[in-house]
């Protein structure tokens, strides 16, 4: 047997805060041989991307300090002069990290940025380093690498930047590639691409591979060995398949428990809780069906027709429109009382604008918004703000969607007291008895947004959003940016709130696995169009429209077992611009089944 291309024993890692040292790595020993893939899984703050910097010597000596011993190609990377570990990262050891707009200069042109490594690295001139730099952007699948040298960064969509960035960590040969949740910021589509994009150039290069990441779909998908850690520590390790099989530890099981899988919903016709799994213990408990929420014999809260929202492009002195992006084009839906309507496309398909028209947050070109039986696009100011007590949103970010200044007891209050619904004293009283309806404590209202987890400010931002009593619910991508087992406990929350207070919900998501078990019905956009309408079991047990075949199969399968190569298209998500004369094609659909409708031209 071979010596392992990089061993790593009993790494420790702590941070200065004030006068101590706290430590956030505890323990962790792990190998990693040669052409072998290994996942480091866990949540946010488990360490797994300290262990990462750890071994690239990324962290800063003035305020951390690392223990242990890091072994590569027989050199202890810990105990090495800066100036040999400067050789080795980058060129013996390539990095991918998870914004690849932070990894990318955007000043500099994309060509710049390769050649930089090339003649740093491997001494080559600038017309050989240039030579280098088309083919490396050739090998990570970018059409037209020639022509694209000489763009910038922003010029890119998110999935070609994180190509650059991977053709960057590719540029001299490294033994080991370290991806530092490059997947987790792209659309379900583009994270298939760059998946399969990593696993075939590993195969060609014979590099091993470090895959950090918090989704065990992507663990199943990709790994050959998993390491799992909580708080610090490493809590399980073993072959993936085994793993996956058979998790001994309370974490594992929560983390394999709060994973979505496709086609799991097959055969029921309500959306269904996660369940919940006792840390103590790692036992799961049952989970509790949904009841049928659905008002059908009332009238939609939400009835939209025809809306279209559009974006003027103007250049030159005078302004003068050149063209626009069709971001929403002729949307049509209804949404009943308790029901879940699912909004779902990737990132550019127009279904955030679609929320944020609806409730005129942005101002729609045209078409009929009606909520509550009242005309949104006609509404004056005074109209509008009463609307908008009947229909609230939680945004993707609960971080921006905070004051940070403001303890979130006031910021819940505020809408209370501005649309006279109480005094000062009744709204704080009423602060708390929301806190306590989306899982957290009253006491909690004296703190600020910094003082609670990502899961927990979401929870905070749909207490804010429950404070008028509304009857619909936009949540456009409010469980995207969480962690699994939050974003489980956050849907379970949804669902719990949809039962108890007949809510509406348009889900908007990119998530098709979430999608699933939330949604009594599925609306999937494609380039601001509706492509593709029905209940959610039509939808998913019977896809009709390409696109929605496409972006079902490019979710990952959480089974190890069912691994096998996919077919994954190359396109990208086509571009909303629109010269100014253009008229649109007026659409077509037709019935695929019960309130099932596909478009056909």
Not at 41 to 62: D, F, N, Q, Y
Not at 140 to 159: C, D, H, Q, T, W
Not at 434 to 450: K, T, Y
């Amino acid at each position: 047997m071979t010596d392992p291309i990089l061993s790593i024993s009993n790494l420790n890692a702590a941070f200065r805060v004030g006068r101590e040292w706290r430590n956030v790595v505890n323990g962790v020993s792990f190998d990693i041989n040669a052409k072998e893939t290994v996942a480091v899984v866990g949540e946010s703050g488990s360490g797994k991307s300290v262990t990462a910097m750890s071994i690239m010597r990324l962290l800063s000596p003035g305020n951390s300090r690392v223990t242990g011993r890091i072994e590569f190609e027989g050199k202890d990377l810990l105990s090495l002069p800066l100036e040999d570990m400067q050789k080795i990262r980058g060129n013996r050891i390539g990095m991918i990290f998870q914004e690849p707009m932070t990894s990318l200069n955007p000043v500099l042109k994309i060509g710049e940025q390769i050649t930089e490594v090339l003649r740093q690295h491997r001494g080559m001139s600038h017309s050989q380093a240039e030579a280098e730099a088309v083919r490396l952007l050739e090998k990570v699948r970018i059409p037209s690498a020639k022509s694209r040298l000489n763009e910038y960064p922003m010029n890119f969509s998110g999935g070609m930047r994180q190509r650059v960035v991977i053709a960057i960590a590719l540029a001299c040969d490294p033994k080991l590639l370290i991806a530092d949740e490059p997947t987790t910021a792209l659309d379900v589509t583009i994270q298939a691409q760059i998946l399969e994009l990593i696993k075939t150039l590993q195969d060609e290069e014979g590099m091993s591979v470090l895959f950090i990441t918090h989704d065990m779909g992507v663990v199943a998908e990709i790994s050959d060995r998993t390491v799992v850690m909580y708080r610090g520590e490493q809590v399980e390790t073993g072959t993936t398949h085994d793993l996956f099989a058979g998790a001994r530890h309370p974490y594992t099981r929560v983390l394999l428990s709060a994973v979505p899988q496709l086609g799991s919903m097959t055969g029921k016709d309500r959306p269904l809780r996660f369940p919940q799994v006792d840390m103590a213990t790692g036992e799961i408990a049952p989970v509790k069906p949904t009841e049928d929420t659905v008002k059908r014999d009332q009238p939609p809260i939400l009835k939209v027709d025809n809306l279209i929202t559009r974006f003027p492009i103007k250049q030159g002195f005078l302004r003068r429109t050149i063209g626009r992006i069709h971001a929403v084009e002729g949307v049509s839906l209804e949404l009943r009382q308790g029901e879940t309507l699912s909004l779902v496309g990737e990132s550019g398909c127009g279904k955030s604008t679609t929320g944020r028209s609806i409730i005129r947050l942005t101002d729609p070109v045209s078409g009929v918004v009606n909520i509550g039986g009242k005309d949104v696009l006609k509404a004056g100011k005074g109209e509008l703000a009463d609307i908008r007590r009947e229909a609230q949103m939680v945004f993707q970010d609960p971080f921006e969607s905070l004051n940070p200044r403001i303890r979130v007891g006031q910021a819940i209050a505020e809408p209370i007291v501005t649309h006279g619904l109480a005094t000062a004293s009744q709204a704080r009283q009423r602060v708390g008895d929301l806190l306590e309806r989306v899982g957290l404590a009253a006491s909690m209202a004296d703190r600020f947004p910094h003082e609670f987890s990502g899961g927990q400010r979401q929870r905070v931002c749909i207490a804010r959003a429950l404070a008028l009593e509304p009857k619909l619910l936009i949540a456009d991508e409010s469980v995207s940016a969480l962690d699994v087992s939050v974003k489980a406990q956050v849907i379970n929350l949804m669902l719990d709130l949809q039962e108890k207070y007949g809510l509406g919900y348009l889900f908007i998501s990119h998530d098709m696995a979430v999608v699933e078990r939330i949604s009594h019905r599925v609306a999937v956009m494609y380039l601001g169009e509706i492509v593709e309408i029905g209940p959610r079991q039509a939808v998913f047990e019977n896809p009709q429209h390409e696109y929605t075949k496409r972006l079902m199969a490019a979710v990952p399968i959480a089974d190890p077992s069912r691994r096998q190569p996919r077919r994954i298209s190359d396109a990208e998500i086509k571009s909303p611009f629109r010269a100014a004369d253009y008229v649109p094609p007026k659409r077509t659909y037709e019935q695929a089944g019960d309130g099932h409708f596909v478009q056909v031209a």
